[in-house]
């Protein structure tokens, strides 16, 4: 029977062999509106760049091997990838906002972290005995990413981390130091104890 922490977002499931832990995205509206907006900005964009493409292609094959028309192709794809590229991450994180979860499921063998919005998933998992020194994020600010809101906004670092192979990994997205701590006691309860620790 699923248990809902108080004042906490997460739900979590007892199983006899397993735990899951899920996290809801934080549903906020503004969110939504700005990369709504936004994914309209890069569209637009986007086709007029598509449309310059176009317009340069005609070009280069009307004046036969026009080089300034072929130099104009060329230095348009990377504007075009990139403008692609922003709008897969609009309509990712404007859905992630909408129907976003994060589902963690903990055995004493592995460690799953499960991504899903609507019906869409993507998994990862961890062999437990690879996990090490799981905690919460006390990852240092960069200058790039100014603050901690502004990190769970663009989709940064999550509050949980722990070492893995020799690299960090982290979930738990837009939580609240609190939230994390009490998910990270609920994970250490079903994980070996040399690797939770």
């Given at each position: ?6 004042s906490?977002?997460?739900v979590v ?13 934080r ?9 709504t ?5 890069w ?7 598509s449309?310059?493409w ?6 280069a094959?009307?004046?036969?091997g026009?080089v300034?028309?072929?130099?104009l ?11 692609l ?16 979860k994060?589902?963690?499921e903990v ?10 919005v609507?019906?869409?998933?993507w998994?990862?998992?961890?062999s ?15 200058m ?5 809101k502004?990190?769970s906004?663009l989709?940064g670092?999550?509050m ?5 192979g020799?690299?960090?990994?982290h979930?738990?997205?837009?939580i609240?130091e ?7 006691l609920?994970i ?9 620790g």
């Amino acid at each position: 029977m699923p248990i809902k922490a108080p004042s906490f977002r997460h739900v979590v499931e007892n199983f006899e062999n397993k735990v899951r832990v899920t996290i809801p995205s934080r549903k906020n509206f503004l969110y939504f509106v700005w990369f709504t907006i936004w994914l309209i900005v890069w569209g637009y964009a986007t086709s007029r760049l598509s449309h310059l493409w176009e317009l340069a292609i005609r070009g280069a094959r009307a004046g036969q091997g026009n080089v300034a028309a072929t130099m104009l192709i060329v230095c348009l794809v990377p504007f075009l990838v990139v403008s692609l590229g922003m709008i897969a991450f609009a309509i990712h994180t404007a859905l992630w906002h909408l129907s976003g979860k994060e589902i963690i499921e903990v055995t004493p063998q592995s460690l799953t972290v499960t991504k899903q919005v609507f019906r869409w998933k993507w998994s990862k998992v961890h062999s437990s005995d690879k996990i090490h020194k799981l905690r919460t994020n006390t990852q240092r600010l960069s200058m790039f990413f100014p603050s901690k809101k502004v990190k769970s906004f663009l989709g940064g670092p999550g509050m949980i981390a722990f070492d893995y192979g020799g690299r960090l990994s982290h979930f738990g997205f837009n939580i609240s130091e609190e939230e994390a701590e009490h998910i990270i006691l609920v994970i250490k309860d079903r994980l070996p104890q040399q690797n939770a620790g």
